[in-house]
């Protein structure tokens, strides 16, 4: 009865410790992920095919409304920016071909300046050329990522056929890719990844596997390159919930101070041990670190919920009892905190001081662990 009254004495005053678990946090921090840009530049010597290789990947054909213009001759003279068709808010940049009259190495890297772009897709023709190790060591020295696209693949497979020697297509193929590795690494990249293509073929040689690596990656690359945005949201989000707690404490140190019966070690004071366990379950569940949430957070995020509760590093988190609230108070490490704080007072501390300062710390404590939850269940 007396748990009941704490509950619905704390709903009244706080109608936001109704709401429980990290759901909305996480899936709040998701959607602003989704709606932050991410840009992939699409760059290369002219007449690699470029423009076709963003129209193969956005499924749509030269001429179609909104495709990228393609041609025999150099077509992109201007920076053209398209929307992925699957990742949201990652748009593919068809960057003017380098090495042509108007776009110089020199003045290309400093024209279109590479440090607004996340990730690159490097397209190359038959032959590795020297504007194509220039562009991977600007890639390299900013320390972002790339992929080599390898393109027009199926005109070497067509020589083949010509030359009568088609059954030599798996053995030139690994060789074309064995070449590719070899020009990266020789350029400084440490973990090569190099994509054999052909735009006009897109269900052969390497294509699915390029997109399949994009969906499966650039999520990853997306949050890594936000990382800083996640952490600052997460925290701003959390510090509500933390906020809201704070606001609390004093009428849960009310309550646990009145009626005690159990001693807080190393003091005189009493105080009611089933009102500090009711609180300390009560913090939990608003936090959203109790073993149903985050077991319903881990189904909904599609993450382990073994490795969601990794993320909780305070053991009262997991263990929330009358030997657990004991603990605390006799603790030395946490009791010389609480005389620390003391000192400084004439008189005697309060059963009710020393349980708002308690409470203060676990609230803390609390919300890192929630903070740590929800980084890794984004």
């Not at 393609?70 to 920076?79: A, F, N, P, S, V």
């Not at 279109?112 to 060591?137: Q, S």
């Not at 309060?350 to 708002?356: A, G, L, N, R, W």
Request: glycine letters at 6%; one cysteine or more; charged letters at 30%.
């Amino acid at each position: 009865m007396f748990k009941n009254f704490i509950r619905e004495e704390a709903e009244k005053l706080f109608p936001a410790l109704k709401e429980s678990g990290l759901e909305d946090i996480v899936f709040e921090i998701r959607d602003k992920l989704d709606h932050t840009e991410f840009h992939i530049a699409v760059t290369g010597e002219a007449g690699t095919g470029k423009s076709a290789f963003i129209n193969a990947i956005r499924g749509v054909k030269s001429g179609d409304p909104g495709a990228a213009e393609e041609g025999i001759t150099e077509q992109t003279l201007e920076l053209m920016s398209y929307l992925h068709p699957t990742l949201p808010s990652v748009y593919l940049w068809d960057l003017p071909g380098v090495g042509t009259p108007q776009f110089q190495i020199k003045e290309y890297l400093k024209t279109f300046n590479f440090k607004k772009y996340h990730f690159f897709l490097l397209i190359t023709g038959n032959r590795f050329k020297e504007n194509d190790g220039c562009l991977i060591k600007e890639i390299n020295r900013m320390n972002k990522d790339l992929y080599l696209i390898r393109s027009k693949v199926d005109i070497d497979e067509y020589v083949l056929k010509l030359n009568g020697v088609y059954s030599k297509r798996e053995k030139e193929l690994k060789k074309i890719k064995k070449y590719c590795f070899k020009r990266l690494v020789e350029n400084g990249v440490e973990y090569p990844r190099v994509f054999l293509v052909s735009s006009y073929c897109v269900n052969d040689f390497d294509f699915k596997e390029l997109c399949k690596a994009l969906e499966l990656e650039l999520p990853k690359r997306k949050r890594e390159v936000f990382s800083l945005l996640i952490s600052e949201t997460a925290e701003h989000l959390i510090d509500t919930k933390q906020t809201t707690l704070k606001g609390m404490i004093p009428l849960f140190a009310s309550m646990a101070s009145k009626g005690g019966e159990t001693t807080i070690p190393g003091t005189s004071c009493v105080y009611n041990m089933a009102a500090v366990v009711e609180a300390l379950l009560l913090i939990r569940r608003y936090m959203g670190l109790d073993d149903e949430s985050l077991d319903r957070l881990a189904d909904k995020v599609g993450k382990c919920a073994k490795a969601l509760k990794a993320e909780v590093k305070h053991p009262l988190v997991l263990d929330i009892s009358p030997t657990s609230v004991q603990t605390i108070f006799a603790s030395k490490n946490r009791y010389n905190v609480l005389q620390g704080f003391f000192r400084f007072i004439f008189t005697a501390p309060s059963s009710f001081d020393i349980i708002h300062r308690m409470l203060e710390r676990v609230v803390k404590e609390f919300t890192e662990s929630a903070l740590n939850v929800v980084k890794a269940a984004v």
